[in-house]
């Protein structure tokens, strides 16, 4: 608490202009002590009520859903005295003398003694000094009686005693009376009043015109949010920093850049990590760091300032903000700090994401513990991940309890992932139930499941509303859902532009299907365009088509010339090599035969091996070929058996011949026969003049 330092400061600063006659209070003037500059050194408890120290002023109108007003420091809404701190013992002290000096009619005395009663919550006693000190001009006894009155219940007598202190020049007593008009519903007085307090630097008057001009929408708001943060308001510098922040997203929208996870919301971030946390494990990690334009990174690095400040200040939000900018930019140590230190002031969304923080870690021991602590605060993402936890390690009537919490918290994940764990164990009319009363609540990948589930019980004209209800809600995987529907109607035309919808939203599938449409069509450069997208995310056939497209403009390459250098290889055969790498076995074929095609038959050999090991009567068939060139019929013999076993008539002509020379005569038609029956017309014209041959010869 702190004190004037001096009585001469105190009779010269701090009173209002008096008559001449009687002790009647003016609010004429001010004296010039106060004119220049003097006014709030001589203010003991120019302040609101403690009852009134929190940041939510007249109504919760400013802030965000389910966020509750932090309380201000105490310091942020009283003048100070004389801004030095005592020791209990030096105050007790400070009381007595001023109690001496009061009682001896001290003016000064008597604001200051009331002021600390005042602030002790002595109300009776500090009420006579406070009195006495009004009726002798002390602008700040005004100011603190009315904060008296307030307290007891008397609130217009208070903001009577408010005007005239405020008249008087007496900033905190502006502010405290713009507060009074604003709950009573006067919001043009009660900007008048607040304005004043504002302009003449009052942290809290700035900080409460700023929440009136944004509750209605009016500009200078951020202004006077920006004058109370740079007087170290936290709450003010939160939101502004909330503020720069929607204007960094915006612009980094409007510039078509690709966004990190958005901060409008932060609990959106769990939420995120844990939808559909059952299907993926537990929840995904938050995307990587963006480059933004110069622009946007300016308010992005402005509001991480002002996050740091309300931070440093004790705000746990702001904590729980500059955690997860952090997060994003990779500083994943600074980040859980200021998560730690969020959830330890009780911030149950830190709680959850510092658990985050912990699982990707490798500690998900600690990480449990810091879901569970969020989940019994009642947050449901954490509950959402204690379930995937669960889940996870096959305890699913665990799992399934912390999903119901998660539901029961309002998170409507908890239903989409009950239905999930459900469908796992072929509950299936339990899983119909979870994901409908998901979907009901705007689950667009619940509804999303629940069509496929209805599409799989056959009932297709269930599922089609379901699935535009997700794909008109932004889900991809509805939108490409459509378009195998309606592809499988024949409705070729509905179902590329699904398939399109879902591919312009990075649907790797669905561009395929696009590109595949497009070629069908011969536009060959859409075709490409989309099939390059897929394959560049990982799809193998599409990579594989890609590469037939390449393939099929250029001329074939003719056997190398002795001395000729190997020339390097061609984009063709590069996405040929990609697709075969991921299993396909088309691709490994296609690549075993531009391998042979350099003279590289080892290399050959590999790939038609690894095909034929997965199935390709193709592979089978070219490997028995190398193999056969190499002197080794008898393992050829082995892979075209499997080759023509699986369809392929060259394999079966290939045996039959070889039986042939090996004077296997029955055998051989037995191929023969074979050959015929799977062509093509060639082999089969082939197969059977060897028949015959053969037949003639058994029965010579």
């Keep these: 608490m702190g004190f004037m330092g001096d009585r001469a400061t105190l009779l010269t600063t701090g009173r209002f202009a008096q008559r001449h006659t009687g002790t009647a209070m003016s609010a004429v003037g001010i004296d010039a002590a106060e004119a220049a500059g003097a006014l709030d050194l001589a203010e003991p408890y120019d302040a609101l009520a403690p009852a009134d120290l929190t940041e939510s002023v007249a109504s919760a109108d400013h802030l965000e859903p389910n966020e509750p007003a932090e309380t201000v420091e105490p310091g942020e809404s009283v003048e100070s005295v004389d801004g030095a701190d005592t020791v209990e013992s030096a105050e007790a002290e400070t009381e007595a003398r001023h109690r001496r000096a009061a009682e001896a009619g001290d003016v000064a005395s008597m604001s200051v003694l009331g002021a600390m009663l005042l602030r002790r919550g002595d109300l009776d006693g500090a009420e006579p000094y406070l009195r006495g000190a009004t009726a002798e001009g002390d602008r700040a006894a005004a100011n603190n009686l009315g904060v008296l009155l307030h307290q007891r219940g008397y609130a217009d007598e208070a903001a009577g005693w408010w005007r005239i202190a405020a008249v ?17 519903g006067d919001e043009p007085a009660a900007e008048y009043w607040l304005r004043q307090s504002a302009e003449q630097g009052h942290a809290l008057g700035a900080y409460a015109l700023a929440d009136l001009l944004e509750h209605r929408s009016e500009p200078g708001a951020e202004r006077w949010l920006r004058a109370a943060a740079e007087q170290g308001h936290r709450e003010a510098a939160y939101r502004l920093a909330r503020a720069l922040e929607r204007h960094a997203v ?11 996870a958005p901060l409008d919301n932060v609990g959106r971030t769990a939420e995120r990590r844990a939808r559909g946390a059952h299907a993926e494990g537990a929840g995904a990690r938050v995307p990587g760091r963006v480059d933004t334009g110069a622009g946007a990174r ?4 402005e509001a991480e300032q002002w996050y740091r400040q309300a931070a440093a200040r004790g705000h746990r939000r702001a904590a729980l903000h500059l955690g997860v900018i952090l997060e994003r930019r990779g500083e994943l140590k600074e980040a859980g700090r200021w998560y730690l230190t969020s959830a330890k002031d009780g911030e149950a969304r830190a709680a959850c994401a510092l658990g985050f923080l912990l699982r990707d870690a490798g500690d998900e021991e600690s990480a449990a513990v810091w879901w569970l602590r969020a989940a019994q605060d009642g947050d449901g993402n954490a509950a959402n991940a204690l379930g995937a936890l669960h889940a996870a390690r096959g305890e699913q009537q665990t799992a399934e309890r912390w999903y119901r919490a998660a539901m029961d918290a309002g998170d409507v994940n908890g239903a989409y992932n009950l239905g999930l764990l459900c469908a796992a164990q072929d509950r299936t009319a339990q899983a119909e139930q979870w994901y409908r009363r998901a979907a009901y609540a705007g689950h667009r990948e619940a509804a999303n499941a629940l069509a496929v589930l209805l599409l799989q019980a056959g009932d297709a004209a269930g599922a089609e509303p379901w699935f535009s209800k ?26 590329l532009r699904w398939y399109e919808r879902a591919a312009a939203a990075g649907h790797t599938e669905a561009a395929l299907q696009v590109g595949m449409a497009f070629l069908r069509d011969g536009e060959e450069q859409e075709a490409e365009r989309h099939l390059r997208r897929a394959a560049g995310s990982g799809s193998a056939e599409a990579a594989f088509r890609l590469a037939a497209v390449l393939d099929a403009r250029q001329a074939p390459p003719g056997p190398p010339a002795l001395g000729e250098p190997v020339t390097e290889k061609t984009e063709c055969e ?12 088309r691709a490994q074929v296609r690549v075993g035969m531009l391998a042979a095609a350099r003279g590289d038959l080892a290399d050959a050999a590999r790939w038609y091996r690894e095909a034929a090991e997965a199935g390709s009567r193709n592979g089978a068939f070219n490997l028995g070929l190398l193999l056969a060139r190499e002197g080794n019929e008898r393992e050829a013999a082995l892979w075209w058996a499997r080759a023509a076993r699986a369809g392929h008539g060259r394999a079966a ?16 038609q037995k191929w023969c026969a074979r050959a015929v029956e799977l062509g093509p017309e060639e082999v089969a014209a082939r197969a059977a003049a060897l028949r015959e041959a053969l037949h003639q010869e058994l029965t010579a």
């Design 298 to 301: 300016a308010l992005w690095r």
């Design 168 to 184: 008087a020049g007496s900033a905190a007593a502006a502010h405290a009376l713009g507060r009074h008009y604003r709950e009573r």
């Design 574 to 585: 590069e996405w040929y090599e990609r697709a075969a790498e991921q299993g396909h076995r």
């Design 470 to 495: 997700a794909a008109e809600a932004g889900s991809v995987d509805a939108a490409f859902n459509l378009g195998i529907l309606y592809a499988g109607r024949d409705d070729d035309r509905t179902a």
């Design 653 to 668: 002509l290939r045996l039959a011949l070889l039986a042939a020379r090996r004077g296997e005569l029955t055998e051989g």
């Design 250 to 260: 915006t612009a980094d929208v409007r510039a078509g850049r690709p966004q990190g």
